[in-house]
């Protein structure tokens, strides 16, 4: 019988289990769900099932750099006392690399990189949840590559909480890179440039603004100069270059960087779990619930 990949994700949703270990499982009882369940726990491949329906919302970032390529990912996990664990911290850097010398570009593919002889990402990171005994999972990366000319800057707050890196094109020094991302988790910039923001954001900011503007009683003619005053202070909000530099407020990031005779081509910033549904507990309602069992 062909296996396809609905009944691989079925049963993977289903056990926990590891995407390769549910097509074996799968293979070996000719596509019967039930029969590979069975299979899966026989085995121990489905020791993380219990887990699978957790919500891990926290975790860290991590960043590897060798030579012209770099990596920003985030893990996630159960509790923020997992992201101390030796365990968990060596865990980052196996995927981190990986992901460098395969260059995955989508997290499933990822996960069946192979890192240990015929051991896939996956496998290694099911064998984690096992031993640390909570949910963790990969849940995004992006790589990065530059030219000699260039030169990544990385930066990682509150030991991982955020995550940025930023690639400066025309220099190769790390510390004006660094200041660069730092500045970027402080400030939480959206886009590089003004021409990178989206027109219909750009339409859309200028309705408001020009509504805001009328219903405040301007006159009209004066209304469409005022609008585009006040645009600028919407790319002060969102646009890294165009915002007061977190290190020196008096002047720009576009300044800045150009005073060291670079421009910025791109930066990612992640945050660990942003827009992720966290959980919400009751800790004297967990404790009473441990005492009557």
Do not use: W
């Not at 664990?85 to 997290?107: D, H, Q, S």
């Not at 005994?133 to 990682?156: A, H, P, Q």
């Not at 955020?162 to 402080?186: F, P």
């Not at 009328?214 to 909000?237: A, C, D, H, T, Y």
Request: proline fraction near 2%; hydrophobic fraction near 40%.
């Amino acid at each position: 019988m062909a296996i396809t990949a609905k009944m691989v994700k079925e049963l993977r949703e289903k056990t926990g289990a590891g995407m390769m270990d549910c097509k074996k499982a799968l293979q070996e009882t000719n596509g019967d769900i039930d029969k590979a369940i069975d299979f899966l726990r026989e085995k121990g491949m489905a020791s993380a099932a219990k887990k699978a329906d957790r919500i891990a919302a926290e975790g860290l970032t991590h960043v590897e750099i060798d030579g012209n390529t770099a990596v920003l990912l985030e893990v996630n996990c159960e509790t923020d006392f997992v992201t101390k664990n030796e365990m968990f911290l060596e865990l980052l850097g196996k995927i981190g690399k990986a992901l460098l010398n395969k260059k995955p570009e989508t997290v499933e593919e990822a996960l069946e990189t192979k890192v240990e002889g015929d051991e896939t990402l996956e496998a290694v990171i099911t064998r984690a949840i096992s031993t640390i005994g909570e949910k963790i999972s990969l849940r995004r990366f992006t790589i990065f590559e530059k030219t000699d000319n260039d030169v990544f800057g990385s930066y990682l707050h509150m030991g991982g909480r955020i995550g940025v890196v930023a690639v400066l094109e025309n220099t190769n020094d790390e510390a004006v890179a660094r200041d660069v991302a730092m500045h970027a988790a402080a400030i939480n910039p959206r886009y590089v440039n003004r021409e990178d923001v989206p027109e219909n954001e750009v339409n859309h900011e200028r309705e408001v603004l020009k509504q805001q503007a009328l219903n405040e009683g301007k006159p009209e003619k004066i209304v469409e100069k005022m609008v585009e005053g006040r645009l600028g202070k919407f790319f002060e909000q969102i646009v890294l270059v165009e915002q007061a530099f977190v290190k020196d407020p008096d002047v720009k990031v576009k300044k800045f960087v150009a005073d060291k005779g670079a421009t910025v081509k791109t930066f990612v910033r992640y945050e660990v779990g942003e827009g992720m549904e966290k959980r919400e507990e009751n800790f004297a309602e967990e404790v009473m619930s441990q005492i009557k069992k």
